[in-house]
């Protein structure tokens, strides 16, 4: 890996980077599209680089299940069995800790899973992570870690944090002597659940292993906790990594999470949010979520969004259209996906064609203006990027602050 800083915001934490990887550069920070079986659910390979996505991830949990490594092995890795040309992160499985709770037990020496398809047991230790990623062919490969839930409190937190730590010490070794660490790269995961100084402790932990690690990531939140302590936690550990090292925040797909986790100095986020609400008739759009099911919808012959360039709204395809086909025709699930996987592409874009310029903070201010000024500002957002001197509120003449979450979606409800 090769990692450069090109700029950095005058005000803020943010950046924009430059990381080249062994399938081409991909520019920071950015988002990546989740294709957790070697597919993006709905669109091919080529029609993701046609997006202009640079950067997927894949899980090793599910691959190792199904196809399997014998199949990836004899492609010659998950890139060529998925027809993908660009780079490619691989989750570890220590997610599936929690997501498949009711099949895990935790040991010091792994995970043992029962196949949710056939019941079988199957251990998945550090070492068999890493040689599961390694035959995968990922550019970036994330350590095992032991992960639970975010609100989960008392002992278990620290155990699971300390045990990540000497999971990474075991997933370096079997890297290292694998010989793959000349071109797949190896990430650090921040444990310590919503506990400060059990954040501060991994902190320390893992910036010891600085030298055999290339970047690092964020774990165990988006899992329930509140705005206010999530955006806390990712400060803390973004001002507490090093800056020439890349920082991902992991399961991140809001878009004003994005923006926030980018003022505070993240480089990388996934989620498999923009896909999966797609699927549901929700697209994603500057000016709010857009729930195409509703029947407002269906004598509306506007695009998704004006100025959207993404093959669905430039097509001239309608919202009246996807109203009448939304979750009953394939199609129209796919045409939502592309918009909305551009639409984060365009989040990410512009604020990094903002920090270079050197206008951030105004791009923040005019996405919260456009995305919540009619509904009211989240307190959690004006909170968070005050701490690192954006005021939304500056200015207003009677500025409207929701306090809580202030989630703004238009799912279910119809007129």
Known sequence: MQFEVLATCHTTRARVSRMKLAHGVTLLPTFMPVATQAAIKGLTAQQMESLGVT?????????????????????????????????LLTDSGGFQLVSLNKFTTITEEGALFQDPFTGEPTMLTPEESMSIQHSIGGDIMMQLDDVVA????????????????????????????????????????????????LRN??????????????????????????KDTFWRIIKQCAEGLPTDRPRYAMGIGFAEDLLICVALGIDMADCVFPTRTARFGVALTFAGPLNLKLRKHSHDLKPI???????????????ALLHHTVTIETAAAHAVSMHNLVFQARLMGGARDAILAGTFPGYLKNF????????????????????????????????KVVKGDGARWEYAIDP
């Open 305 to 319: 969004e004006e100025g959207c360039p993404c093959p669905t709204c430039s097509s001239g395809t309608s919202r």
């Open 55 to 87: 950067l997927i991830l894949n899980n090793t949990y599910h691959l190792n299940l199904r196809p399997g490594i014998k199949i990836l092995d004899e492609a010659g890795g998950a890139h060529k069995f998925q027809g993908w040309n660009r780079n």
């Open 150 to 197: 975010s609100l989960t409190t008392g002992p278990r937190v620290g155990e699971a944090m300390q045990r990540s730590v000497r999971w990474l010490d075991r997933c370096i070794e079997f890297h290292q002597k694998s010989g793959r660490d000349k071109f797949q790269n190896l990430f650090a995961i921040v444990q310590g659940g919503l506990d400060p100084e």
């Open 201 to 226: 402790q991994c902190l320390e932990q893992m910036i010891r292993r600085k030298d055999k690690v290339a970047g690092f990531a964020i774990g165990g939140l988006s899992g329930g906790e509140a």
């Open 368 to 399: 919260f203006a456009d995305y919540y000024g009619g509904t009211g500002y989240p307190k959690w957002c004006c909170d968070a990027l005050k701490s690192v001197g954006v005021d939304l509120l500056e200015g207003l003449d009677d500025p």
